[in-house]
């Protein structure tokens, strides 16, 4: 089956570091995609990893591991704007079909 | 060089109406998603569509929810007899795929929020 597992809820502080985990189980694998939502808003695209490593861009990375099924959204410097739910979600084309597998969603509230 | 637009950006209405709600996508995206997300809750798949080819209706929950589209331009979802269990924000996606798009990123719509009552 298809499954995508992440924390439900994570809290942290105004400049600190957070790390929000996700492991896959899928049928197929065409890339990893985080994607964050603000309450009452649309998911808007953050990162794509197809390729083992580490992918930095700003104050967002983004690391895979396909043979462990694994993957992190590392954020610094947190600033309360960053607050949002974080979607993991693995791209598992078959074809022409091409859909996004999604995981449930990470809500990270950050504190001053 | 507008995103993805969707309308209404909200709908109330009485159980056992129909409704209807559009989705514009991004201009040359070939690819077509609604999804459904309850309140607090996870994205859930409802149907797929790329170009031509037979769309994918494997998410839809009921007989009651269709969708159309009309070549690689607008599309609509359609909800009958519409039952509390129903209301939920309907989010639209658009995705460019083929030769030169390597991610596959999907661009969301604002949403329609639907209460049923």
């Known amino acids: 089956g298809q499954n995508i597992d992440q924390p439900t809820e994570m809290t942290a502080t105004e400049g600190a570091i957070v790390q929000i985990n996700c492991t896959y189980q899928t049928s197929g694998f065409n890339g990893l995609f985080w994607y964050q939502q603000h309450a009452g808003e649309a998911p808007t695209f953050l990162s794509y990893n197809v390729l083992d490593g580490l992918e930095e861009k700003g104050r967002f990375s983004s690391f895979l591991s396909r043979s462990k099924g694994y993957s992190y959204l590392l954020l610094k410097e947190l600033q309360m704007k960053d607050s949002a739910s974080y979607l993991c979600?693995?791209?598992?084309?078959?074809?022409?079909?091409?859909?996004?597998?999604w995981g449930l969603g990470t809500s990270l509230a950050v504190n001053p | 060089g507008a995103g993805v637009s969707q309308s209404p950006s909200n709908k109330v209405t009485e159980k056992g109406k129909d409704v209807e709600l559009r989705c514009d996508p991004i201009?040359?995206?070939?690819?077509l998603y609604w999804y459904r997300q309850r309140l607090g809750q996870g994205l859930e798949f409802l149907i797929y569509?790329?170009?031509?080819?037979?769309?994918?209706k494997s998410g839809l929950p009921s007989d009651r929810f269709s969708a159309e589209r009309t070549g690689e331009s607008v599309s609509t979802l359609t909800i009958q007899r519409t039952q509390q269990e129903d209301s939920a924000v309907y989010l639209c996606a658009s995705s460019s795929v083929g030769p030169g798009t390597p991610t596959y990123e999907q661009y969301f719509g604002p949403g329609t929020r639907l209460t049923v009552t």
């Open positions: 979600a693995v791209g598992s084309y078959a074809g022409n079909n091409r859909k996004l597998i």
């Open positions: 569509f790329q170009g031509n080819s037979a769309p994918d």
């Open positions: 201009s040359g995206h070939t690819a």
